[in-house]
């Protein structure tokens, strides 16, 4: 797929980017392995988990203000040189290979398990992957378009949930607190922290280069406050789940949000419409799986076959899901163990080696 | 590219979208199931299949049985007698027999727990002295609605609750936390909701009395209303319970007593002629009956429970497993464990009436 030029992009939109990023990355896997680990206690660990999270995202958020090249690829060439800056972007990519791998596979897990039990997963990764290869072949601002208007009826989404849920909450679930040990728990807070990377890392598939001239001033404060209404959502959703389904209960599904979803009643009227309200981690998770594929993209050199790139990735990624993972618990075992490590080393090195030298050559340029 | 992608969209539908569909007139939706076990050690799986085709029919439809070595087996058998497959997304009542519920309730549940369709949100019956199979035969032959039928049964007379699937299965995983269900019977060749079933974790242990059962809804916040009587002949007093409010709390003195406060509003229905309602003074006194009845009831209950029963159905220790008592370390904490009860009767009505004859 060819690439368009670049249009210009407003801040709310640049802000939602890891909006949906964020309740992807969690949906059947970030709260399914904190659940695994400190059951009930989750929310803490998400609570204290999302304000070292914040802390983290001011790492990404001053490479993004300083970022004076066209994306991140550009900037770690023009920083490290061509031969380490290949490297660097060489982890990102294989990170982002893999990441996108692990999305998918959730994906196609959920609708398998919970929507589509007699079809073969090769056809829904291959329903998912369409609309990802269309949506990729657009240019960066209509892919964040998409992605507003997702954000949008997700946030919609969840306050709907919200409201029809509420009747069912019992705070007798949050007892007794941490009951799982302190251990548990710094492994669930560094579970949340670790997770929260790839989502932040999203923000940097633009630059500021990209962000409409009469909204620039005000970018800031809106990623601000998207990053902490990301990070109450996904608190929300992770409470919400526990004080409804209870630690014990929790523990038996595989995607506990959904289930917890299914009690959905509002006024005694409305039930059963938890596949619709289901459908905002089917949004989350296409627009992810496009910033992913756009990232891919955008390392890739200029060939002739460049307008296949998106396919090629999308085979690529479907026989890495076939090859490392057979069914949904297998998975969950494989990703819990391994993605923090791809995550780790994949992401946040290059991004705390472009940091480190992105602040020496601003220091450097200050002082002469 | 474009059309890549139609064409890739078309090979998608004609190779998948068109093989997995069910048509809505291609669904047996099933409103009952039963499940019995053989003497072969083969499972029953009875169904019944509401009549989408009349309007008259809304309350009944067909019953088919077949036979397997799983639920899911024997469910799939259907096929041979019915064309159409079984479909539970609006299943209301799961009726089991006595020896599933005393032996096999895990194995039999699972594939209701499981099973995507569902919303686990249906009403789990034990079949009393009678086989699932003959419950699930009547409740079509008497077209009973079970879901308002045993709505009434708790609203009206509290021997009953509206636990579904989940919240059975929830009581089971819960730490310090014992299940029940209600059960069915046939009387007259008309189905009756009957004593309460307890179990201890998968395993149905017996039944609670009519009384026992609304003590223990009451006591679990599960009814709001019921009737209570006291005294008998000349001395009667009837009184309706319209609110009930239950309260745990360990007890801050001595850690292995848990004190129960109830807050009761009642209604007197009925008086013997020894009863007099003119006064002030006459209220109250009928109120410490009353309270004091309601006490002595809980604590027999309990002994009860406690000596013979010997399953925490009150889930007690749940509490001090979530308060963090060290009492729940052990296994037989409910040989160690006392209540204290303290109960609040407010007589908000005495139906108007100055009792002058």
């Known amino acids: 797929m060819v690439k368009k030029e670049s249009k210009q992009i407003c801040s ?67 920083l490290y040189g061509k031969k380490i800056g290949y490297i660097i972007n060489s982890f990102l990519f294989l990170a982002f290979v893999i990441i996108s791998s692990i999305v998918l596979f959730n994906l196609t897990n959920f609708l398998n398990v919970e929507y589509l039990p007699d079809t073969n997963a090769n056809f829904i990764k291959a329903i998912i992957l369409v609309t990802i290869i269309y949506i ?47 251990s548990c728990m710094f492994k669930s807070i560094g579970l949340y922290l670790v997770l929260s990377i790839v989502p932040y890392m999203m923000l940097l598939i633009t630059s500021k280069n990209n962000i409409i001239e009469s909204e620039k001033e005000k970018t800031s404060s809106v990623i601000n406050r998207t990053v902490i209404l990301t990070n109450v959502i996904q608190i929300v959703i992770i409470l919400m789940t526990i004080l409804i389904l209870g630690k014990d209960f929790i523990s038996v599904f595989r995607f506990p949000e959904y289930i917890a979803l299914k009690q959905f009643t509002l006024f005694n009227i409305l039930e059963r419409v938890e596949n619709v309200l289901a459908l905002n981690f089917y949004f989350n998770s296409i627009s992810f799986l496009s910033f992913l594929f756009y990232y891919m993209i955008s390392f890739l050199p200029d060939l002739k076959i460049k307008k296949w790139y998106s396919i090629i990735l999308s085979i690529v990624i479907v026989i890495i899901t076939s090859l490392l993972f057979h069914e949904g618990i297998s998975f969950a075992s494989i990703a819990s163990k391994y993605l923090i490590y791809v995550i780790l080393i994949g992401i946040l090195l290059p991004i705390l080696l472009i940091f480190v030298k992105l602040r020496i050559s601003n220091k450097k340029q200050k002082i002469s | 590219m474009k059309k890549y992608i ?12 068109l093989t997995g569909i069910r048509e809505l007139t291609d669904l047996a939706i099933v409103k009952a199931i039963g499940i019995d076990m053989s003497d072969d050690g083969e499972i029953i799986f009875t169904a019944i299949v509401t009549d989408t085709s009349s309007k008259e029919k809304v309350n009944s439809g067909d019953v088919y049985s077949s036979k397997g070595s799983s ?125 309460m079933a307890y179990f201890d974790n998968w395993n149905m242990k017996g039944y609670l009395t009519k009384q026992e059962s609304i003590l223990y809804n009451m006591l679990l916040n599960h009814t709001q209303f019921f009737i209570t009587s006291i005294g008998e002949g000349d001395d009667l007093i009837v009184a309706e319970v319209t609110s009930c409010k239950t309260k745990y709390s360990i007890n801050k ?96 009505n005495q139906g108007g009436v100055k009792k002058v004859w």
């Open chain 1, 12 to 78: 709310v939109g640049v802000a939602f980017v890891f909006l949906s990023s964020f309740l992807a990355m969690f949906f059947g896997m970030g709260t399914y392995f904190m659940f695994s680990i400190s059951g009930n206690d989750s929310y803490i660990a998400a609570i204290i988990g999302s304000v070292l999270s914040i802390l983290l995202f001011l790492v990404f958020k001053y490479i993004y203000f300083n970022n004076t090249e066209e994306n991140i690829y550009e900037l770690t060439k023009s």
């Open chain 1, 136 to 182: 990729s072949s657009k240019s960066l601002s209509e892919i964040v378009r998409v992605n507003q208007i997702f954000s949008y009826i997700n946030i919609i989404l969840i306050f709907i949930d919200i409201c029809g849920l509420f009747s069912k909450v019992n705070f007798k679930y949050l007892e007794p607190i941490n009951c799982f040990g302190k």
């Open chain 2, 6 to 17: 139609v064409i890739l969209l078309i090979l998608v539908i004609i190779f998948n979208g």
């Open chain 2, 71 to 195: 639920v899911q087996e024997a469910a799939r058998n259907m096929v041979d007698i019915s064309p159409k497959k079984l479909y539970i997304a609006h299943l209301e009542t799961l009726v089991i027999s006595e020896e599933i519920a005393k032996e096999h309730l895990e194995n039999s549940l699972d594939f209701f727990i499981r099973d995507n369709e569902g919303s686990n949100t249906f009403y789990l019956f034990v079949a009393n002295e009678h086989s699932a199979e003959e419950i699930i035969n009547v409740i079509n032959e008497e077209k009973v609605d079970m879901v308002s039928f045993l709505e009434s049964t708790q609203k009206y007379k509290g021997d009953a609750n509206l636990q579904t699937l989940n919240d059975v299965v929830k009581g089971i995983l819960e730490d310090g936390t014992q299940m029940t269900a209600n059960s069915m019977s046939i009387e007259d060749k008309k189905i009756l909701i009957d004593d």
């Open chain 2, 253 to 348: 003195e001595t850690k292995n007593c848990i004190d129960i406060k109830l807050n009761i509003n009642a209604n007197i229905t009925q008086t013997g002629k020894n009863i007099k309602l003119n006064d002030a003074e006459s209220i109250e006194s009928i109120q410490k009956t009353i309270e004091e009845d309601i006490n002595e009831k809980i604590n027999n209950f309990y002994k009860k429970i406690k000596e013979e029963y010997k399953v925490d159905i009150l889930s007690l220790g749940n509490l001090l497993y979530r308060k963090k008592n060290k009492l729940f370390d052990n296994p037989n904490y409910l040989e160690e464990l006392d209540i204290n009860v303290q109960t609040k009767v407010k007589i908000s």
